[in-house]
């Protein structure tokens, strides 16, 4: 039996992107399937280093440079599980509400929900709401993240829910919010899902929802 997963898996959490790619390219030849490669190697490794984060025995740049040699991988995986259209985990729609220019967390927040098998639309920062509402319309995702930095930005996160519930979308998607000045009061009060302190724990508060929403589905 080949021992190349636990190799892409060693190679990911020293953060080796040549080891990973080589190591995906590998596996591939092998002729091992794409969605075992993403999931036994990939998504599990990345799940274990949110753990380590999680609990302080990794920091955030060890954790960024993990997550950018997870992505030489998935520049491999994605094309060969798009052509045999093999599903996401999910898909995650997110950006800096309006007004916020920063991105360091939401970018940290798409590397983990990558990592964990999801289709992640970034739509950037400074995102107006009514780019949220067409983006909704246009991706159809599970989850909607909402990210903000600055607290002026705050009042931009409860109008985006708003201008959500106005177009009717309101209960199609699972809404994360999060950023240094969020509390999870503040994001329930706004109307949103949930909240989540970091990346690792959006990742395990976005299944959480998921799995108990109720809302409306996806239709033609």
Not at 44 to 66: C, D, L, Q, S, W
Request: proline share 4%.
């Amino acid at each position: 039996m080949s021992d190349i997963l636990p190799q892409i898996a060693q190679a990911l959490q020293r953060g080796d992107a040549p080891g990973v790619g080589a190591g995906v390219q590998e596996a591939l030849d092998q002729g091992l399937s794409p969605r075992d490669i993403l999931d036994k190697a990939l998504v599990a490794t990345m799940a274990v280093i949110g753990h380590k984060f999680k609990n302080n025995e990794m920091y955030m740049p060890e954790v960024m440079i993990a997550a950018r040699a997870m992505n030489a991988g998935l520049e491999i995986l994605d094309p060969i599980l798009s052509r045999s259209g093999a599903s996401a985990r999910g898909k995650l729609l997110l950006g800096s509400v309006r007004g916020d220019l920063h991105d360091v967390g939401k970018n940290m927040v798409s590397m983990m929900f990558r990592g964990a098998g999801f289709k992640v639309i970034d739509l950037g920062v400074d995102v107006a709401e009514d780019k949220f509402v067409a983006a909704v319309h246009e991706h159809r995702p599970d989850v909607v993240g909402l990210s903000a930095l600055l607290t002026m930005t705050l009042s931009s996160m409860e109008t985006t829910l708003t201008a959500l519930k106005y177009a009717g979308l309101r209960d199609r998607v699972v809404v994360l919010c999060g950023g240094a000045p969020v509390t999870e009061d503040f994001a329930l009060r706004v109307g949103a899902d949930g909240y989540a302190p970091d990346a690792a724990s959006a990742v395990e508060r976005a299944l959480e929802l998921m799995a108990q929403r109720r809302g409306e589905k996806w239709t033609e």
